[in-house]
């Protein structure tokens, strides 16, 4: 388990467009010998373990090799190498237990190698050439022709895929009454997972409001910041043609604190509200998501909470939920 210390330290590095990533393996693909380097945010790692028993679950996942009895929890464990196509020359040696969106699971490693620190501008938003199960690709060094590359596994994605009944489709009836956005304005969403974005615009669709997705934190900047010149042009707000930005925190080139106080530091921006919307839950991330001037803050994925949080955040009000 993590100190406080490491914890708070840690967290402070959103100040900075920073953050550690934990590099484990899963052994090599098909046709290789060179077992594939991936990463997941430290942020999202509760600990790491040797193997322990795991108890087989009837009629589960393929990917499911049972479940796990971690101090009184009982969690699913699944196994990632199957699901990314990766064959462990060692056998799985490794638990990682997570915890992010609102659920706690366990992920059958061969190995762990060690935790780094980069800036958000070393990861770059993965092509849909290498799978939905990837977010995006982080190079090691901060030379741009870096060799030492590592798959970004896009968590989200891995949960839907193995558990499909549990991350269903937005409803309608979920999300509840329309929201009421001023004529010609929109909302502006950043999130670097597809499964994600996929659920944000049927939130938003289902809400009754016109918006534009992308992919990072840099994408939705450039995209606010034409804007925001356009409408100086036109003589009008940048508010007038986009009522919200709804972003993620973690995200290729540029996280959400950094987006976030990029908007409240511009005069042409500083009145949109910015509505977080992570996987990275705890008060010590809520309290760095006010500092940066959020207008609220809602834990990923429940519709009918987004939804409540996007109705206020519209009207004026504290959206933290």
């Known amino acids: 388990m993590e100190s406080g210390f490491a914890i708070d330290e840690r967290t402070r590095l959103t100040s900075t467009n920073q953050f550690e990533l934990l590099l484990f393996r899963l052994g090599a693909a098909p046709g290789s010998s060179v077992g594939e380097a991936f990463g997941i945010n430290v942020f999202k790692v509760r600990e790491i373990l040797s193997m322990p028993t795991i108890t087989p679950i009837a009629a589960s996942s393929e990917y499911v090799l049972g479940a796990a009895n971690i101090r009184g929890q009982v969690m699913p464990v699944i196994n990632l190498p199957k699901l990314m196509g990766c064959e462990p020359a060692t056998g799985l040696n490794i638990l990682l237990v997570t915890e992010f969106a609102r659920t706690t699971q366990g992920f059958a490693l061969e190995s762990v190698d060690e935790i780094v620190r980069l800036e958000w501008s070393q990861v770059l938003a993965a092509d849909v050439t290498l799978g939905n199960r990837v977010t995006s690709i982080a190079r090691l060094e901060a030379d741009p022709e870096s060799k030492q590359l590592v798959q970004v596994v896009d968590v989200e994605q891995v949960l839907r895929d193995v558990f499909p009944a549990q991350h269903k489709s937005v409803e309608p009836e979920e ?147």
């Open 175 to 321: 999300v509840g009454e329309k929201a009421i956005m001023p004529a010609g304005a929109k909302v502006l969403a950043a999130d670097d997972s597809g499964f994600a974005r996929e659920l944000i615009g049927q939130s938003l669709t289902a809400l009754g409001l016109e918006y534009s997705i992308a992919k990072t934190g840099l994408e939705a900047w450039n995209q606010l910041d034409a804007i925001a010149r356009s409408a100086e042009r036109d003589g009008v707000r940048a508010k007038d043609r986009v009522a919200l930005v709804l972003t993620d925190l973690e995200m290729p080139e540029m996280d959400g604190f950094t987006l976030t106080r990029k908007i409240k530091a511009d005069p042409r921006t500083a009145d949109i509200p910015v509505v977080i919307h992570s996987s990275l839950s705890g008060t010590a991330n809520e309290a760095h998501v006010k500092n940066a001037g959020a207008s609220g803050y809602v834990a990923k994925f429940a519709a009918g909470d987004l939804a409540g949080a996007i109705r206020k955040a519209l009207t004026g009000k504290s959206a933290y939920a």
